[in-house]
């Protein structure tokens, strides 16, 4: 999550679930102490989906212009299809790659070939991603371009929504004095789910994106698993606990592109007391969803008419569609709805028929897959299957048969059906939302209150070449807000900077990600100083990183030789009593090669200030003497 709400925020909050095949909204009503969907009648729609709670995260263009989102983005006909006239693009499960750079896609590609295969769109990698949406040149859309058209039309509609149906929701009050905001149906505040695996990098470019689709207050993300746990923690009663219960709850959130999986701690000390949450742990796994699913469909479907001589289909959107439908009518709805014992796929004029255990074999290792996160994920949280009390199913793809008879197979008790696996993520966001307004009283929300924990390592990056050296302060699970430091021993006692580059241990098969660089200029020391301290064994500094409960990322540094520093080294030695022991304390890191290059930079910046300094000044001495003491040719010319 990130950027915390000011003092005065105005406008409606709402949370978004921005999914990678369907997305949803939600606001939490004061009237009914509850989170509810928004009805997303999009203005491109000529139906409602699932009574317009779910839309479609499907973009459709036609001759380079966005011409169709939603439900209507997928009726594509079949005259549309073969009329060679119609130039048209349909996006879905863009998702994938929001917020990835080229350097990122290339790696991904070199430890997983097929990454782009799963992509139902062309994309073209130089100096940027970008997505082809029509014939033309310069017929190109970045792919968080595709967010922002999603995010408008969610915010747009969930305008109409509360001006339509009347509904209060969280922050509308602030808004109806304000003439300047001219409505007070306004949709300006958000908190937008993501998936686990997601950078830091990916959520900042998901959050600017929001900004420009106009929602202008505060933007915030959650991870989605843990979204779906808050409206789990709000939907859970204390009545139902006993005094001094502590309950482990696992949440299995399975989506269209991502799978997550959030293991938290509810306590209750007191029957009259709400119980607390917090987050033990959050791993996801990408490309592992109900997409993937629909993958090995059509990669089955091909190979069926290839062994009967028809070797000239292509995966297209139809086919796509088509293997959907065909998963959806082989798992059900997961309730009242059975799953078919087989089904047909069609591809133009043919039928490729699949049985209910042949899909079963298609996705094996999509099910194994799942299993070993669910795996990992206890093993991570030092725990066993047998002290999970309850495992709640989050996302679409939960219904497929397989998956839940795995998590059946491995936990004692019965799998949570109580919470709505299409709305749980974004009640949750909407949620938090209401906590992060702070409009709506502790009491009213005390049970959804949820300490979220560190989904990545975060530390610093030194070194260069063979000697790059990954320094981890803060750890993957730490309980935000996350404080922690490590000490670095500087390269040269009289350099006159640091720069500390910040990195993220997102995925241990792919480079760290850099978070950011963060320059510090030292205290100038006497040379009597510096010569004490070379005698001594150097200058040391300690780097310290925090990770606020809102999101927001901070980067100190704490040097015992600045007097300044000094002044706070009470409050900071309590800072460093509080934190978690960790190797990080007893161990002192070189800065190395990071500093040297830094060095430079630094004495010229000082340098740098004084000659621009020195030109305003001569400047300011110019334009005086011109002032008072004008030539005569300027003076004739005048008169």
Known sequence: MENAPSKGTKGIWIGVDLGTTNSTAAFYSPSKSKAKLIRLRAQFARKNHKLGRILPSAVKFVDGEVDAIGISALEQTKSDEKDETIDQVILTSVKRIWGMDPKQIRDELKSDPKFLECCPFETKIDDNVMIKVGTGKDDYVSPID?????????????????????????????????????????VLNCVISVPAHFSRRRREAIVSVAREAGFKGHVSTIVESTAAAIAYGLFTSPVNNQEGNQRRIMVFDMGGGTTDVTICKMVQKD????????????????????????????????????????ENYKITHDLRISCRKAKEELCGDGKDELPASKTEIQMDDQFVEISQEKFDELITDIVERASDLVDNALVQCECDASSIDEVILVGGATRTP??????????????????????????????????????????????????????HPIGVLVGEGDNEQYVPILERGMTLPAMHYATFRLDDVRQKGVTIIAVEDVDEDLPLERIGEFTFLLHRLSDEEYIGLEKTGGRTVDIGMTV????????????????????????YQEW??????????????????????TRKSQSFAIEEVLLICACFTVFFIYVAVKMFFPNSEETSSIF
């Not at 922050?171 to 149906?185: D, L, P, Y």
């Not at 606020?548 to 409050?571: A, C, M, Q």
């Not at 009593?577 to 007893?586: D, I, L, V």
Request: glycine share 6%; with cysteine; aromatic share 6%.
């Open 402 to 455: 397989p998956i839940r008879t795995m998590l059946q197979t491995k936990f004692k008790n019965e799998l949570c059906y109580a919470i709505d696996p299409y709305a749980a993520v974004a009640q949750g966001a909407a949620i938090q939302a209401a906590i992060d307004s702070k409009l709506v009283p502790k009491h009213v929300l005390r049970n959804a209150l949820m300490l979220d924990a560190l989904p």
């Open 271 to 310: 029957t009259d007391q709400d119980p607390s949450f917090q987050v033990l742990l959050t791993a996801g796994e990408k490309r592992l969803g109900g997409d993937d699913m629909d993958m090995k469909l059509v990669e089955y479907a091909i190979e069926s008419l290839a062994s009967k001589g028809k």
């Open 576 to 597: 460093k009593r509080n934190q978690n022991g960790t190797e990080n304390e007893k161990k002192v890191y070189s800065l190395g090669k990071t500093v040297d290059k």
């Open 146 to 186: 595709v967010a922002k058209i999603l995010l408008t039309t969610i915010r747009e509609e969930a305008e109409s929504y509360f001006e339509r149906e009347k509904e209060i929701a969280v922050g509308m009050e602030t808004i109806q004095s304000e003439e300047s905001i001219g409505s007070n149906h306004r």
């Open 548 to 571: 606020e409960t809102s999101g927001k990322f901070i980067v100190s540094i704490f040097d015992e030789n600045d007097p300044e520093h000094l002044k706070k080294k009470e409050r």
